[in-house]
């Protein structure tokens, strides 16, 4: 498929930790850039992590550094999201996408969006 699917997620106590997944074509994965937004209820798309096709580049919003790693790992054509030190705060819909082109960290410039993701963190 072309459109990621993404998996994990959940509800977890403040301090906990989730991993989220995101699956696609060889093409979409392998090809591109991939990223991760998410986005609240009534704002916009919000970046919060990238990794370029190698993976030898990583990009991370100011808020998640230290928290949040991303990898991949194309030969299941996959990327990955792993959120420790959760905070009540980073509740909300997580999205993965491939960068078509722009800038990493703007969500105009991704395409192939995956499904979303519900990520909730209790205090």
């Known amino acids: 498929q072309v459109h990621p699917v993404q998996s994990g997620g959940g509800l977890v106590q403040a301090g906990g930790s989730l991993r989220l997944s995101c699956a696609a074509s060889?093409?979409?994965?392998?090809?591109?850039?991939m990223g991760w937004f998410r986005q609240a209820p009534g704002k916009e798309r919000e970046f919060v992590v990238a990794i370029s096709w190698s993976g030898l580049s990583t990009y991370y919003a100011d808020s998640v550094k230290g928290r949040f790693t991303i990898s991949r790992d194309n030969a299941n054509n996959t990327i990955y999201l792993q959120m420790n030190s959760l905070k009540p705060e980073v509740t909300t819909v997580y999205y993965c996408?491939?960068?078509?082109?722009?800038?990493?960290?703007?969500?105009?410039?991704?395409?192939?969006w995956g499904q979303g993701t519900q990520v909730t963190v209790s205090s």
């Open positions: 060889v093409r979409t994965v392998s090809s591109y850039t």
């Open positions: 996408a491939a960068e078509l082109g722009g800038s990493y960290d703007s969500a105009s410039g991704y395409g192939y």
